[in-house]
């Protein structure tokens, strides 16, 4: 069955006040048949890696994935998003997890890859960066931007610094040493978390945003798990790593406009609302421009959206079937649902999903 059949054969159409919602769900193959005739059930390995945020997400895609295709095999490494990016444009992997867009060199290489069809970068998963911290005797802890720009850049030493008080009137801070976390190794979590402080920070950070983290000092932890342990494993520590892996530790509220807002699903899924698709790239690439300063009530703007990248065209025909009948999955409401129930993730919007569908459309073995 072809790619286009299988597509139209998820999409189904709502009236809801009188405007036609396009809602994608996932349909097997069994029971898929645009032109009347049955389907069959898909068999094979795929092979991805990238993203550690994306670690817990694709434990519930694939777990539902095997439900309804247990002749496929989906096996995601967590290596990072710049080791998944690196491996893909080698062609090692069949896609990749990452939480940044390919940047213009990448973007070169991956011409090389997959060719003329060109790739795709689908915004599959949305999930807020939380600020963990672990200070004696705080759980409740406010950050402005300028603030916590200032943190992370070592120039705010002790907990009870004047800047770190204003944000926190009458709370008792402790002389405590602040000791910033970040990650060792090339990653998305990274260049999102720090282009958020060099668009929202101001003069506190006056750093360009990158996957790899641009200072000496603090501790390195390698991957969200490894950050996450080193801040419960220390005191005073605080870092940055993907709310689904926060565990019990403190979280940070952020100053956003005139308020100071919490790391929510919905308060992430606010922000990629307001964000702009990326100019300048392929038809199928729907990387966004993230709204950083965003203002607006409820918005929580150190919001990660991990992709998933691909070839438009594949060398292999039952590899590019795979490719699609596994995305059309993740993102539809039960893929989304699946990844929200075990990563606490925002669902992607009708409109995020029906984009997402064109290019899972285009999806094609070379001829």
């Known amino acids: 069955m072809s790619v286009q059949r299988r597509v139209a054969a998820g999409i189904g159409a709502v009236a809801v006040a009188g405007v036609v919602v396009f809602v994608a769900t996932y349909v097997p193959p069994n029971e898929r048949g645009g032109d009347g005739a049955p389907g069959s059930d898909l068999s094979g390995s795929l092979v991805g890696a990238g993203a550690s945020s994306q670690q817990a997400a694709m434990q519930g895609w694939t777990a539902g994935y095997t439900v309804v295709q247990p002749g496929v095999t989906v096996d995601y490494d967590p290596v990072g998003s710049g080791g998944g990016r690196e491996q893909f444009l080698a062609g090692g992997i069949d896609f990749a997890g990452s939480d940044a867009p390919l940047d213009d060199d990448e973007l070169a290489e991956a011409a090389r890859r997959c060719g003329e069809a060109g790739v795709f970068e689908l915004p599959n998963y949305i999930a807020p960066i939380a600020v963990v911290h672990n200070v004696p005797g705080v759980d409740d802890l406010a950050l402005s931007p300028a603030t916590l720009a200032a943190v992370f850049a070592g120039a705010v030493p002790r907990w009870d610094d004047p800047a770190i008080a204003a944000d926190n009137p009458g709370v008792a801070l402790p002389p405590t040493t602040i000791t910033p976390v970040h990650r060792s190794d090339e990653s998305g979590t990274t260049e999102n978390f720090t282009e958020y402080l060099a668009a929202a920070g101001g003069a506190a950070w006056p750093h360009e945003p990158d996957g790899e983290w641009p200072l000496e000092g603090g501790e390195a932890a390698q991957g969200n798990s490894g950050v996450v342990a080193a801040v419960a494993g220390g005191e005073g520590t605080i870092g940055y790593a993907d709310l689904s892996q926060a565990g019990d530790l403190g979280v940070a509220r952020i100053g956003v406009g005139g308020e100071f807002v919490a790391p929510t699903a919905e308060a992430a899924a606010a922000v990629v609302e307001n964000s702009a698709v ?8 729907f990387a966004l421009e993230l709204a950083r300063t965003t203002s607006g009530s409820g918005q929580y703007p150190i919001v990660l ?5 691909g070839c438009v065209e594949y060398e292999d025909a039952a590899t590019a079937e795979l490719v699609a009948d596994f995305l059309r999955y993740v993102a539809s409401e039960e893929g989304q649902a699946a990844a929200a129930e075990v990563a606490g993730s925002a669902p992607v919007s009708d409109a ?16």
């Open 278 to 285: 990326l100019e300048g790239r392929g038809e199928y690439d």
């Open 305 to 309: 959206v991990s992709y998933h990248v």
């Open 352 to 367: 995020l999903r029906e984009q997402a569908m064109t290019a899972i459309d285009a999806i094609r073995g070379a001829s």
